[in-house]
């Protein structure tokens, strides 16, 4: 049941969690990583959205801090937050997981959430700030807000003003920069920075 096989690894993959839970009652290793990707049973679990899955592996004491992705870039909960597995970042969070703990590129789970697919994960973003996430926590300067302004995400930008973000200069500026490459989304975007500034207390 060792590494050299990576069945376990396997049967996460593919969501098999009957198979999954035989092979740790027999004593596989419940880190055991894929040998031909060295991606370990949790983070193929978690990209592949198996919750059963991943609970099964929660229970059986998974590192919940370890490195995942194909190279090794990024968190469990960072990961769940960037391909919108919201019962998956919940299934993390209640085990422990810090709804603002960073990855190794130093992302926030809110802002891979917020900005990952063109209008983000708005279930996801929810589910971290009732948890707890930083609504103002930053990657390379910018919040989550800044960075949905800047990639032109209109729905995701008053989603989170409406979740209490602040509309920032540097968010305004960023849209206005960017007008000519959409100009039906940026200025939408600029529309509500202005609006949700001008209504601020």
């Known amino acids: 049941m060792g590494t050299e096989e990576g069945r376990l690894a396997r049967a996460a993959e593919g969501g098999d969690a009957a198979g999954v839970a035989r092979l740790l009652a027999e004593g596989a290793q419940?880190?055991?990583?894929?040998?031909?990707?060295?991606?370990?049973?949790?983070?193929l679990a978690v990209h592949h959205g198996h919750l059963d899955v991943v609970r099964l592996l929660i229970h059986a004491g998974t590192d919940l801090a370890q490195r995942v992705g194909e190279y090794h870039e990024t968190s469990p909960l960072c990961l769940a937050a960037m391909r919108g597995h919201a019962d998956i970042a919940?299934?993390?969070l209640d085990a422990g997981v810090h709804p603002d703990a960073l990855d190794r590129m130093g992302q926030p789970p809110l802002v891979l959430a917020a900005?990952?697919?063109p209008e983000g994960h708005p279930r996801?973003?929810?589910?971290?700030?009732d948890r707890g996430a930083d609504i103002e926590a930053t990657l390379r300067d910018r919040t989550a807000l800044g960075w949905a302004a800047c990639f032109g995400h209109p729905r995701m930008v008053g989603h989170l003003l409406a979740r209490?973000?602040?509309p920032t200069p540097q968010a305004l500026a960023c849209a206005g920069r960017h007008t000519e490459r959409d100009r039906e989304a940026y200025p939408r975007i600029a529309e509500a920075l202005r609006a949700a500034d001008a209504g601020a207390p």
Do not use: F, I, K, Y
């Not at 419940?30 to 983070?43: A, C, E, H, I, Q």
């Not at 996801?124 to 700030?129: A, G, I, M």
């Open 124 to 129: 996801t973003v929810d589910l971290l700030l």
């Open 90 to 92: 919940e299934a993390l």
């Open 30 to 43: 419940v880190d055991d990583p894929n040998p031909s990707s060295w991606r370990t049973p949790l983070d």
């Open 115 to 117: 900005t990952s697919m």
């Open 164 to 166: 209490g973000a602040t």
